[in-house]
């Protein structure tokens, strides 16, 4: 079958274009299983759009439990189609399991590829480049309004957060959609950039 990827910063229309698939394939009448990581506390159960489409989905502590009720699911009802919201916030282990499912059912993933910092975030990279096809959206920049938007701003009482604040704070009142001229970050000296890219830093 196939890994589907659907990417972007935050207020872009991922969820939008998962649901939108999704009921497609619920008309088609196939088999399907939804899937959200715990992490995120917004919507419990569901996957909503930001324009008020919700489906029902099931939440799950990490990949492993992921892997687990699908495989039982598959054995006893049978699995066309897995699709999985907010992926960034799932462990590493998440690619491996997109990889042992597509073999035998559709995988749509729908998560953000780089985190507040402009960094990759997450499993992402690895499950972009595994997919067979990834689809990056863009928004529009909240201070220069092109389209461009491609960066997550990540704001602390209206100012931008530091490299090495948090890197998951659930909520969207802190955020905004940024283009990579206007996306503000604090960040550190080269050679600490120079080794967080050389894989020399490990920072979950």
Known sequence: MSIE???GP???GKTEELVRLCKRVLYA???LRIYQPSRDTRTR???SSRNGSRLDAIVVENAE???NDYYVAQATEGVDVVAIDEAQFFDSYLPWVCAMMSPRVRVIVAG???DYRGLPFGPMPQIMAMADSVRKLTGVCMRCHSEKGTRTQRLIAGKPAPFHGPLIMIGDDEYEVRCARCH???YPPTD???EYWAGETNRT
Do not use: G, N, P
Request: net charge neutral; charged share 25%; glycine share 0%.
């Open 65 to 67: 439990a992921l892997w």
């Open 192 to 194: 600490v950039m120079r």
């Open 184 to 186: 503000e970050i604090d």
């Open 29 to 31: 009448k196939q088999r």
């Open 112 to 114: 953000l590829d780089l």
């Open 10 to 12: 935050m207020f872009s």
């Open 5 to 7: 990827v659907i990417t």
């Open 45 to 47: 159960a569901s996957i």
